[in-house]
């Protein structure tokens, strides 16, 4: 079946910008992670989603970033007033359970802010 | 804070060589290990793991074994292959805390025919 999805595959935008990251988890998929991985480094947990709710935000750097999955599958990150340093691959992973072997990662946006 | 620690890439090897990359770790409780790999244009996926001290994790030929007495997990392959290459990161989360992972900063692999 189809895995994890995420649009767009890459996005270019300019300093103080407004992006939205898309995020189709795979259909069944309770849980839902949010991931910045920066240039050089691991992933970084940013959010957490059980169902429509954000069970765990504390990955979320500061008050420019937010998450919304309004019905339970799709959810996008919100980025407001983008700034150069928050250039990174953002990765979406999805899971039955909370245990992290069974999360599926999806390919990642590759976000660059100029 | 919990932490981990990878070698730094890139690893450069020849076919059918033998392959370690080393993992230690910093943690409060007692962690499980993980090892993921990221191939070219694709999405981070679980390779193996061990939840407890002196366990083995081993998948596709990798292996790895989750040293206490060291707070090390080192991978190990005894003949690579082309199609290893990737990006390898290690991994930890602990036990009776939130099971989001914390991740090392990667170790890119290259192998040569």
């Known amino acids: 079946g189809a895995g994890v999805s995420q649009t767009p595959s890459n996005k270019v935008t300019e300093k103080g910008k407004y992006v939205e990251l898309r995020c189709d988890p795979i259909?069944?998929?309770?849980?839902l992670y949010w991931y910045r991985q920066s240039l050089g480094q691991g992933p970084e947990f940013l959010i957490y989603f059980q169902g429509t709710g954000a069970a765990d935000d504390s990955g979320l750097p500061n008050d420019r970033f937010f998450a919304v999955r309004p019905e339970g599958s799709v959810s996008t990150l919100k980025i407001q007033r983008t700034e150069r340093g928050d250039s990174a691959v953002y990765l979406c992973?999805?899971?039955?359970?909370?245990?992290?072997?069974?999360?599926?990662f999806g390919p990642g946006t590759r976000l660059l802010v100029l | 804070g919990d932490s981990v620690t990878q070698m730094e890439g890139p690893v450069t090897l020849s076919e059918e060589a033998f392959l370690t990359i080393n993992c230690t770790y910093t943690?409060?409780?007692?962690?499980?290990l993980f090892w993921y790999v990221q191939y070219p244009g694709e999405g981070l996926q679980l390779l193996l793991k061990?939840?407890?001290?002196?366990d083995k994790g081993s998948n596709k030929g990798f292996e790895a074994t989750y040293r206490k007495e060291t707070t090390s997990f080192h991978l190990e392959k005894g003949s690579v292959q082309v199609s290893d290459s990737a990006v390898y990161f290690c991994a930890l989360t602990l036990s009776g805390g939130s099971y989001i992972p914390t991740f090392g900063r990667g170790t890119s692999l290259i192998v040569h025919p």
């Open positions: 061990a939840t407890k001290a002196d």
């Open positions: 943690a409060t409780g007692y962690p499980s």
């Open positions: 992973a999805s899971s039955l359970t909370t245990l992290p072997e069974t999360q599926y």
């Open positions: 259909s069944g998929h309770t849980a």
